[in-house]
């Protein structure tokens, strides 16, 4: 397999755009397959509508499933680009094999601890009398591709921190595509309704999992998957790393939840369904915001890594105002079509007019300062990349903490609707932290003179 990008040689600018554009179309393509997944099951013959409500319950649960994937594959991958920049391949090597046990093990364990506990989480999370059964039917059967979907989500970030970025798009977008294919078939062909969606979704996880299975136990790429070399104290280095992107996938749910409950308290039996309503299509128009954005910033990251391992200053200085410009040049994009194409994207939820213009109205608000969150994502994972997640962890966390504060301040204030100005309050409260904590601390992040044992305190 011919190496892609070469992260220590390649001129900067292309290398971004080539590592980049492939990670944000895969997270495009997954967003895509969520909302045409939302529309197949909404059109089940006579329970449509409460089918999609039950699926939509096991929301929060699936993604924090899948945050998993990212505890370890994205704590993991930024520390094995560090040591092949370093070129120390074997412990390079050794990160690569100790996370691989790590997700085939919390893969495992998941399926064991949340299969019977699944009623109280479901109930929990908003199921009913009449929605728990579709949520237990998708939900139970989902539960059986728990390994194969952190296996594929964590070893892809693994592929593209080794310069192969097309092939870790084409693993994401294998399983998205199948998915997409297979659900009329269980869906509507083979009569099996939600259960079929279910069984789709997990053979398109299983599929995604050959596939990264195939090239990193392959003799084509410059770190394979070994079995041995297991430490504890490499483990807890990639559990800290990863728990900054873990944390945010944790937190955004929380918040969603959060977010419901107080539109559905202060809107009250009159306004309250409608204006839980209207959040759940911003949060689908959301969705195709953050997930390519996170694409970019997650995807660059191993410029970063490597280079870090590399002591290369001046690359790391350019890749990280190249995926500056990147994520602020996509969320501006994204910006402009929340104006010109958000009645389009509301009308794929719901045909009322009324309905349509409150949504469009909330898309609008909420849009108001996603400019700014393009710098967000671009720092704070950046130094996710640098292993610096004393900086991203409290960064990430300051944004949350503002959007909380809005969130429970705002409606006591200002009506009901005015909620959905929280998402702007914390995309700028937040960045602006950012920027400035950025400014002050790259310079000692980057004063590798000063700190020449920085790369040996990672665990070997």
Do not use: H
């Not at 591709?145 to 192969?164: E, H, K, M, P, R």
Request: aromatic share 10%; net charge positive.
């Amino acid at each position: 397999m011919k190496l892609e990008n070469d992260l220590g040689a390649d001129p900067i600018r292309p290398l971004v755009w080539r590592i980049a554009i492939p990670s944000m179309l895969a997270q495009f393509v997954s967003v895509l397959y969520s909302i045409v997944d939302r529309i197949y099951i909404s059109n089940i013959p006579l329970v449509g509508e409460t089918a999609l409500a039950g699926v939509g319950v096991c929301g929060p649960v699936v993604t924090m499933l899948g945050a998993f994937a990212s505890l370890i594959g994205i704590g993991g991958a930024p520390l094995m680009s560090i040591r092949m920049g370093a070129r120390r391949m074997e412990e390079a090597r050794r990160i690569q094999s100790n996370a691989f046990l790590m997700l085939c093990v919390c893969g495992v364990i998941l399926t064991a601890v949340v299969f019977p506990l699944r009623r109280p989480m479901l109930m929990a999370f908003g199921a009913s009398a009449v929605t728990y059964p579709f949520a237990e039917e998708y939900f139970s059967i989902y539960l059986c591709g728990t390994v194969f979907n952190l296996l594929a989500l964590g070893l892809d970030q693994f592929i593209i921190s080794q310069g192969y970025s097309k092939e870790g798009m084409k693993s994401v977008m294998l399983g998205a595509a199948l998915n997409i294919v297979l659900d009329p078939v269980f869906i509507f062909a083979f009569d099996m309704g939600v259960a079929g969606a279910a069984v789709a979704t997990v053979l398109s996880q299983l599929a995604s999992c050959v596939y990264v299975l195939r090239i990193l136990l392959g003799r084509n790429v410059p770190v394979r998957i070994r079995l041995g070399g297991y430490r504890w104290a490499l483990m807890r280095r990639i559990l800290a790393l990863g728990s900054t992107p873990f944390a945010i996938v944790a937190i955004d749910n929380v918040m969603i939840i959060a977010l419901n409950a107080v539109l559905q308290f202060y809107g009250g039996e009159a306004l309250g369904d409608r204006l839980v309503t209207c959040a759940t299509i911003v949060q689908s128009f959301m969705l195709v915001v953050t997930m390519p954005l996170s694409g970019i910033s997650c995807g660059t990251q191993t410029i970063l890594a490597f280079n870090y391992g590399a002591r290369r200053r001046d690359r790391i200085l350019e890749a990280q105002k190249q995926i500056v410009r990147m994520c602020v040049g996509y969320v501006t994009v994204l910006f402009v079509l929340s104006r010109l194409a958000g009645p389009l994207f509301v009308r794929l939820f719901t045909a009322e007019p009324d309905l349509a213009a409150e949504a469009f109205a909330a898309i609008k608000v909420s849009t108001l300062a996603i400019i700014p969150l393009g710098v967000q994502y671009a720092l704070v994972d950046g130094f996710t990349g640098m292993g610096q997640v004393r900086l991203s962890l409290p960064l990430s966390f300051w944004r949350k903490l503002v959007y909380f504060a809005a969130l429970f301040l705002i409606p006591r204030v200002f009506p009901a609707r005015a909620v959905f100005f929280v998402e702007p309050v914390s995309d700028v409260l937040g960045p602006l932290v950012t920027i400035l904590v950025y400014r002050w601390t790259i310079g000692r992040v980057l004063d590798f003179e000063e700190d020449e044992a920085d790369i040996e305190r990672l665990p070997a």
